[in-house]
Structure formats: structure tokens, C-alpha cells
């Protein structure tokens, strides 16, 4: 068995989960379950980054303490993947100590091999939004915007990591290993960055100013920069089970360069340990244009289009939509577009159909085949091309193009019923069309136990009750599941089953 180890970006807990952070672990979700289906040994990892600036304000601001705030926040986050059927084996949150120690051992590490070094900093600081700026954020005139308050010039003593050193190394790595970053062309913009001479990384924030955070091992009156501490979680996760390196680290493009591009590979090889093995890299959920974030408060709750769709049609939609690598407009309107056309109206109409004739004309026991003829062998030359190409798109992470083709599989599957027609065969007593209508009835559940084991890994629970319907249970080995063949004879399904119910308009604005 291949082992496969793969990762989530784990979220900021300073605000509620949305849209954006949804489709990362669901995609990943998928990716994972489809690999399981194939026949790996999966280890799937998510979770929550817990400290930092950003926290420590939004615990202040309710007034609690950050502990407690992040224990509220990340429980949040972890019921909405529980309720996505997110099938992660384990959750990390960087506030643990089996985190924390493993931090403080790598700083420690990298301490000693003479990696981190102290030096002043010098930078402009804004006390009203307790942050140091850059000088992209000053006005064309350079002053600096109102937001920020009182600037002022802040020079002191700080730890560093060299960066720099090992930038050669980097440059070199990409170029000998292409397929580092998916897509590919992200790759290219990492090079491109790497152009200019790295500056060393500020690893240290001092306690006065941020307290909320994992001590450094060599100085206790600092902790550690949050992105030094939260990158670390794909290592300490796994480290007990001696799985690192990840086959891959599953992130939105925004973290890409420098963080999961640059300080991450640097990090590890600083410290001896190889990178990941790859980055895939997934683009934005966008509304009006713009990403989805919860500082805009531009964001779809994703719980209320749970509520009205179905988690499966919403993890249907994420999987369809979305071309990973790319970003893609949501809009409520759309959302219904597939929901109707591509789940109610056509597989949903295909288990009613399958369920209410098997029903009507064998009282509910399916039937084997008889001879075949050429309405059914269109369909049985289809199904051996739909299942390669789909399994072949998947392992390149196309999977909205191999819905598409699965769905265009269930669209042939209800045009041969129409052509068929064994609502027709059923009222002839002749033998040879009493044998049609078995083979029809026998050629569309058939046809239905395959496209369901295809979308298996996008819609786990629907699939799990279609074949539950169908009288059907799966074996263990999933590619054994992919042939033409026999395995519903004689099974009994059940009368009815309704799937994608119409769902409630969409409140008026
Ligand atoms: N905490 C860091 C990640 C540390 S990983 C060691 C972080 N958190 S985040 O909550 O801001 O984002 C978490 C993930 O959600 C990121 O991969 C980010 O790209 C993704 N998304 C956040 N908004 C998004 C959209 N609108 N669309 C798609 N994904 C986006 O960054």
C-alpha cells in the first residue's frame, strides 16, 4: 500500500469560517477520498492556526481570554468540516502542546546550527493597529493612511532566520523538481520573485507588544512570528508517525510566495528535513470580483446554504464549479443552475426512474439481462471511456471536468430510457419484448451503480444511500466496483427516494 500524506492550510480562528475556507478542506476531502479509493494509505491532515496578533486583538475585543476565545472558535471550525464530511484522521491546532514542543525543538535546532542570529530591527510601527508597516502601505504622498494613527520609527533587538543563505539552493531546487508546484505556471512566479535578493526573515515578535504566541526556546522574552509557528504544524502532526514529507500541502494562492514557496522549503532544508513533496495550489471564491474574506464581510455563510441545498449538493457545487488553480465567481443563481439541471433533474431523476420501474414491472427485484442490442450496447461502450478519462482527470486534479463527464454519463444513461421506453415493452406480452424490458431495467441500474461509484468521493452520503436504495453493498476494493457486469441481480430496491428535494427560494433581498 503507497502511503499519502496531504494537508490543508490550517485557518486563522479570528473570525467565523466562510465559503473560501470550506472549499479548501472539501477539495482536499475529495482528493483524499479519491486516493483511498485508489488504494493508498491515506493521512489526512487539517486545522487551526491559533496565534498571533490578529487573535490576541479579537479575544480582546470580546474581552475574554485568547485561550478561551480560540477554543470557541476553533470548535467552530472543526463542526463545520465534521458536517461537511471532511474525513480528515486528524485535526492539529497550533496551540496544543504536542505543537508548541515541537516548535520550540526545531527553533532550538536551527538555533544551534547557527541558522537564527540576532540584530536590530528597524521599522515603522502603527500602535493603533499593533502591526509593523511596509512602505507599499504609504499614500502616494508618503505619509501613511489614517487608519494607522500614530507612526512611529521602531528599531529593536530581534531574531532572524537566514533566509538568504539558502536562496541559491532554492532557485536550484525548483528548477530540477517541475512539478514542486501545481499548477505549474505558479511556479514560474515563484522564480520570478526569487529574482531579488531575499532579506532575512524576522522570526521574533517581544512579549510586550505580543504575548500570544510560542516562547522561543533560546529567549523567553519573545515569541515566535505566527507564520514560522503555524507552517510547522504539517511536520508536528505527523511526526510521531514518521510520515513527512507530504505528498502535499493543499493551499490558497494568496499563501503561496513567500510563505508556503519560500520561508517552508527553506525552513525544513535548514534544519536538515526534506520540502514537501508538492504545493497544490487552489485559487479564490470570489463575489462581485472580489475575494471572499471575512474582513470584507463580503462571505457566504456556508452553513445556510448547507441547510437549504444539502451538504452533498454544496460539496457538488465546490467540486463542479471550481477549475483548481483558477477562481470562480459565486452567485446563489448559478448555484441553482446546477443544482436543478445536474442533481435534481437529472440524477435524481435517473434513481426515480430506476427505483419506480423496478417497481412497477419486477416488483422491485432486479432482473438479469437478456440479449443485448445496440440502444444498450451505446450505452455499454460509453461507460468504459466515461471511467478511464475520469479516473485519469482526477489523478491530474480536473475534477470538475470529470463530474462533467460523469454527469454526461447519467444524461446518456435517462436518453437511453427515453429511447428504451420500457414503460412501452411493459404493456407487449410478447416474450422477446418481456426480455427488453428486463434487460432495460437490469441496463439502468447497472449503468446508475456505476455513475454512483464515480461521484462517490464528491458526494459520499448521497452515493452511500443510492446504493442503499439499489439493494447494493460496495465491496472493499473500490476499481473492483468499475466493471459492466452483474453485481444487482436479483437485488431488491426500494420503492422510492427522494434526493434533491426543491429547495426553498432564495430570500428576497
Ligand atoms: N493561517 C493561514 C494559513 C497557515 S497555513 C500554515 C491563513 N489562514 S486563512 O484562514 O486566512 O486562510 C486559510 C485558507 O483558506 C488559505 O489557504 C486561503 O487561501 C483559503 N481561503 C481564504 N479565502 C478564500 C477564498 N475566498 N477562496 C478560496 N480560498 C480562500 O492564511
Not at 475574554?64 to 491546532?93: G, H, K, M, N, T
Request: aromatic share 12%; net charge negative.
Amino acid at each position: 500500500m503507497k502511503s499519502f500524506y496531504i494537508t490543508t492550510a490550517i485557518d486563522y480562528v479570528n473570525g467565523s469560517p466562510h465559503l473560501g475556507h470550506a472549499y479548501e478542506k472539501v477539495l482536499t476531502d475529495v482528493i483524499a477520498r479519491f486516493r483511498r479509493q485508489m488504494g493508498d494509505r491515506v493521512n489526512f491532515l487539517t486545522g487551526t492556526d491559533e496565534h498571533g496578533q490578529k487573535v490576541q486583538a479579537s479575544a480582546r475585543e470580546r474581552g475574554i481570554e485568547p485561550q478561551q476565545y480560540v477554543d470557541e472558535i476553533a470548535a467552530e471550525f472543526r463542526a463545520l468540516y465534521d458536517r461537511l464530511e471532511v474525513s480528515y484522521d486528524d485535526f492539529i491546532r497550533t496551540t496544543e502542546p504536542r505543537h508548541k514542543q515541537v516548535v520550540r525543538d526545531f527553533l532550538q535546532r536551527l538555533y544551534d546550527a547557527g541558522e537564527i542570529y540576532q540584530a536590530e530591527y528597524h521599522g515603522f510601527y502603527s500602535t493603533r493597529q499593533e502591526q509593523f508597516l511596509q512602505e507599499k502601505d504609504r499614500l502616494p504622498d508618503g505619509s501613511w493612511p489614517e487608519i494607522f494613527g500614530e507612526v512611529t520609527e521602531i528599531v529593536e533587538p530581534n531574531y532572524f532566520f537566514r533566509l538568504r543563505k539558502h536562496q541559491d539552493w532554492l532557485v536550484d531546487y525548483l528548477h530540477t523538481h517541475e512539478d514542486f508546484i501545481f499548477p505549474r505556471y505558479r511556479q514560474k512566479q515563484v522564480l520570478e520573485f526569487l529574482k531579488e535578493p531575499l532579506n532575512d526573515l524576522c522570526i521574533s515578535r517581544p512579549k510586550e507588544r505580543l504575548e500570544w504566541g510560542i516562547p522561543l526556546p533560546f529567549d523567553e522574552n519573545y515569541v515566535t512570528y505566527v507564520w514560522f509557528d503555524a507552517l510547522l504544524n504539517y511536520y508536528s502532526g505527523v511526526v510521531d508517525k514518521g510520515l513527512w514529507p507530504a505528498d502535499y500541502n493543499v493551499i490558497g494562492k494568496d499563501i503561496l510566495v513567500p510563505p508556503h514557496a519560500v520561508y517552508w522549503p527553506i525552513m525544513l532544508h535548514a534544519s536538515g528535513l526534506p520540502p514537501p513533496k508538492a504545493l497544490l495550489v487552489h485559487g479564490w471564491w470570489l463575489q462581485s470580483g472580489a475575494k471572499m474574506s471575512k474582513s470584507t464581510g463580503e462571505t457566504v455563510n456556508p452553513l445556510e446554504l448547507i441547510e437549504r441545498f444539502g451538504v452533498d449538493a454544496f460539496r457538488y457545487f465546490l467540486i463542479r464549479e471550481m477549475n483548481v488553480g483558477q477562481d470562480s465567481e459565486f452567485t446563489v443563481e448559478q448555484f441553482f443552475v446546477r443544482y436543478n439541471s445536474e442533481l435534481a433533474n437529472n440524477l435524481g431523476n435517473l434513481v426515480n426512474r430506476a427505483l419506480n420501474m423496478t417497481t412497477r414491472f419486477a416488483a422491485g427485484v432486479l432482473p438479469a439481462a437478456g440479449a443485448i442490442e445496440d440502444y444498450e450496447r451505446e450505452l455499454h461502450d460509453l461507460w468504459p471511456k466515461t471511467c478511464d478519462e475520469v479516473i485519469a482527470l482526477c489523478e491530474g486534479f480536473q475534477f470538475h471536468t470529470a463530474l462533467e463527464r460523469t454527469i454526461g454519463f447519467v444524461t446518456a444513461t435517462n436518453a437511453y430510457i427515453e429511447k428504451r421506453a420500457p414503460w412501452k415493452l411493459g404493456k407487449s406480452i410478447a416474450a422477446t419484448d418481456q426480455e427488453r424490458l428486463r434487460t432495460a431495467l437490469a441496463t439502468i441500474a447497472e449503468a446508475l451503480r456505476l455513475a454512483v461509484a464515480l461521484l462517490q468521493h464528491v458526494m459520499p452520503a448521497t452515493t452511500a444511500k443510492i446504493n442503499e436504495v439499489l439493494g447494493y453493498v460496495p465491496g472493499p476494493d473500490w476499481r473492483r466496483e468499475l466493471d459492466w457486469g452483474t453485481k444487482l441481480n436479483g437485488a431488491k430496491v426500494a420503492a422510492a427516494l427522494v434526493l434533491f428535494p426543491r429547495p426553498q427560494p432564495p430570500k428576497a433581498a
